[in-house]
């Protein structure tokens, strides 16, 4: 588990940090993230409307970034979707 926390930190990051704060993502980064990282667990990975809809469903104080806990829960939503478990 350890591996799989250090991947997922590190993807962040690399993304995070192209448009400028390595903190969060902004709309481009993210819908890269997902474009590259998640194409066969998020449906319609890449189209823009469909990444725009999602990251203002995980947006929670509504800065138009994603920090990392707010992308932590699409990591959780899809994890237990993959897993088979109720949600």
């Known amino acids: 588990m350890e ?6 930190v ?3 990051k ?3 940090g192209t448009d400028g704060c390595s903190d969060t993502l902004s709309r481009d980064e993210f819908h890269r993230l997902v474009k590259s990282e998640l194409p066969h667990f998020v449906e319609n990975a890449g189209d823009p409307t ?3 809809l999602l990251m203002r469903s995980l947006d929670r104080n509504n800065d138009g970034e994603l920090n ?6 699409l990591i959780g939503h899809l994890a237990c979707k993959q897993g088979g478990f109720s949600q």
């Open 3 to 8: 591996s799989a926390i250090s991947v997922l």
């Open 10 to 12: 590190s993807q962040f």
């Open 14 to 16: 690399k993304y995070a």
């Open 50 to 52: 469909t990444t725009d």
């Open 68 to 73: 990392f806990l707010e992308f932590w829960q």
